[in-house]
């Protein structure tokens, strides 16, 4: 394969002895970034926002050592594309940020007469583990098949596409690798990874676990004004975690005051959300999705055709 434009993130990031995180190479504090990310692992519009901006700029900062790759591909009439990891019926975060993000790189790529990107999603036939964060490389490997992205095949890479792999976040590589593998089985052309956030791999190879630290360093499992702010945000759409966490069993006792303040747009968002995601047949949500389920009926916000 050749090289296509390697690997890429915007902050790489890591912990010391304070529990700071800091960046790798400067040792600059970066917990406002720790901060920002730990919002838009959650939905936060704003976050999300900022960060598929950062992955724009770094790109059109970069973009003259990109230039011989993109003519290369021009010429020769070849395809690029790039997958965030895969989702059933409710994105991620990643999935927003790498979205936005090209959308906004197309423009900069048309405008020089260059080939634009072409943005493909990725299905998965059940949701990740709910403690996926908290899991190490092996074990994220022996996960059950039915929760792995379905990369796509023989039919998709039967054309000549350059393959990039974009996420909010590398951690332990596993999602990335996966991609990666199908895309050289296949006869991809190149494959490449785009990330807003990095972390240190010696952090990661002795601390899986640095991943739900990240995502909680600013969010908690609680809900409070955190989640209200987000929940309040013009555009909002909801992401898994965000869900999960207002359906979480620790949550119930108050949820459904939580939820009387919520706007009635996101509340029929959470609503459509849960639904399409099978979290009223999950044990671990069903009794918060009944309660979602009541403040809907309450407000009249439930078709006829449902209630």
């Known amino acids: 394969m050749t090289k296509g434009f390697g690997v890429s993130s915007v902050h790489t990031l890591s912990v010391n002895k ?32 900022e960060a598929s901006d950062e992955i724009y700029r770094q790109f059109v900062k970069n973009i003259e050592e990109y230039l011989p790759f993109l003519e290369e591909v021009k010429k020769k009439g070849e395809y690029i594309a790039i997958a965030a990891p895969g989702y059933r019926n409710v994105e991620s975060a990643s999935n927003a940020i790498i979205d936005k993000a090209i959308k906004r790189i197309n423009i900069v790529l048309s405008m020089r007469e260059l080939p634009t990107i072409i943005v493909v999603k990725l299905p998965r036939l059940e949701s990740n583990k709910a403690n996926y964060a908290t899991l190490s490389s092996d074990e994220r490997h022996s996960l059950p098949p039915s929760t792995d992205q379905i990369m796509p095949g023989r039919e998709f890479f039967q054309f000549p596409i350059h393959f990039i792999f974009g996420d909010d976040i590398k951690i332990t590589g596993a999602t990335a690798n996966g991609a ?31 991943e739900d630290k990240i995502n909680q360093a600013h969010i908690k499992d609680e809900l409070n004004e955190d989640i209200k ?8 759409q909801p992401v898994q975690r965000l869900i999960r966490l207002i359906l979480n069993e620790k949550n119930r006792p108050r949820l459904a005051s939580f939820l009387e303040k919520v706007p009635d747009s996101s509340l029929s968002k959470l609503f459509i959300s849960a639904h399409n995601n099978d979290y009223p047949k999950n044990i671990l949500y069903s009794e918060s999705v009944s309660i979602l389920n009541g403040e809907m009926k309450v407000r009249g916000l439930m078709s006829e055709e449902v209630i």
């Open 229 to 236: 702010y987000i929940l309040d945000q013009n555009d909002f």
């Open 18 to 49: 304070d529990g700071d995180y800091i960046d790798l190479y400067t040792g600059e504090n970066m917990n406002i970034i720790a901060k920002k990310y730990s919002l838009m692992k959650f939905g936060s519009v704003a976050e999300i926002n």
């Open 180 to 210: 990666k593998k199908a895309t050289e089985h296949f006869g991809g052309k190149s494959f490449s990874e785009m990330y807003w956030v990095a972390l240190d791999p010696m952090l990661t190879s002795k601390y899986p676990g640095i």
